[in-house]
C-alpha cells in the first residue's frame, strides 16, 4: 500500500473519542496527503478522506484524488467545511480539531455545525504519528544531512577572518541550494565571538575576527519536506583563547555523553541528563539554558523533546539531534549538533563531519 494511504489509514485508527478530525496543521496535512499549498483542511473520518483547499491548487491537487478526494472552495471555508464534515463524515457526532485551528474558524464552525455535533480540542494526534519514521523519511533525512558536511568541509577549508557572519551565511544558503534543496530547515546561525554566547543570534555585519569562535547552526530542506540540522563550531585562523578551547572541549564531552544516552527506551529526560551532568560538573550549569535536543522530520522542531523533564521515550525510527552548548555573555559560545536515527542497536548519527575543534588558515 502507498506511504500516504498507510498514514491516513492510521490516521483513523487513532482517533480516540472522536469520530472525525479536522486536519488543519498544514504540516500534518502534508504528512497525510502531500498537499503543500498554504490553505487546505482534511476531514478524517472511517469514511473516504476529503481536502478542502481553493481555486490556487484545483491544478496540483488532481493527482492526490487517487488517495482522497479534494473540494475546492467556491465560498466561506467555514460553511464548506460543514458541509464535506456532513457528506464525507456522515454520522459523526464529536468532531475533533487541532490546536493550529485559527480561534475564529472554530468560533464560526461551531455557530455553524448543526443540533447535536459537537467540535472538542484534539490536538497532537498526526504529531504522535509523525513521531517514527519510514525509511523513506529517513532516507530524505540523510539526504538532507549529507549536503551539510560539503558545507562545513568548505568552512573548514575556506577564509573566515575578516568576512561578516552574513556573507558566510549566504555561502552556506547558496551551496544548498545549488545543490538542489529548494529551502533551508531555517535561517543560518552563524555567531563569531561574543554573537556565539547568543544560541539564535542571527547573522550580522561585523567582520570575524582571528581567533573567535564561529558557531554555524545549519539545515536543509529536501524535495519532500524534511530538515536537517547539525552545528559545529569552528576557530577562525587560528588557535582561540585556551580558556574557549576548554569550554569547547567540555561541550563535546557532554555531547558524547549525550549522545551515548540515545537509544531505545531512554527517556529524553534521562538523555538531557546526561549530557547536563557533565556541564554541571564542571560549574557550568547556568551557561547551558536549553534542552538537549529535538526531533526532526517534517517540522525541524518536532516531538520527541530531550529537555528536562521530558517523558518523551524514544523508539527506533526516531531522529533527533544532540546539541549541548555553553554560552559566555560577552565573550563566546559552543555548540556541537548532531542528528541521528535512534536504531535498535542505539543511533546512528547523519551528521558525520568531524567534531575536533578546526581551525581555518585564515
Ligand atoms: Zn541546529
Ligand atoms: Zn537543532
Known sequence: MPERS???ERA???LDGIDALLVTNL???RYLTG??????????SAGRAVLITDFRYADSVEPLRTLLDVVILERDIAGMT???IAEYAPGCTRIG?????PFALADRLRGLAPAGVELVLADGIIERLRL???VTEIAASRRAADILEVVYTDIANGTLVGRTEADVAWQIERTIREAGFPALSFESIVAAGPNGARPHADPGPRPIERGELVTVDIGARGESGYCSDCTRTFAAGGAPDPAAAADYQLVLDAQLAGLGAVRPGALGGACDATAREVIDEAGCGALFGHGLGHGTGLDIHEAPTLRKGSEDV???GMIVTVEPGVYRPGQWGIRIEDQVVVTEAGHEILTGFTKDLIETAG
Open 82 to 84: 460543514v458541509e464535506a
Open 6 to 8: 498507510l498514514r491516513l
Open 314 to 316: 524514544l523508539e527506533p
Open 12 to 14: 483513523v485508527a487513532a
Open 27 to 29: 504540516v500534518n496535512v
Open 132 to 134: 517514527v519514521k519510514s
Open 97 to 101: 480539531f487541532e490546536g493550529a485551528l
Open 35 to 44: 498537499y503543500t499549498g498554504t490553505n487546505g483542511i482534511v476531514v478524517v
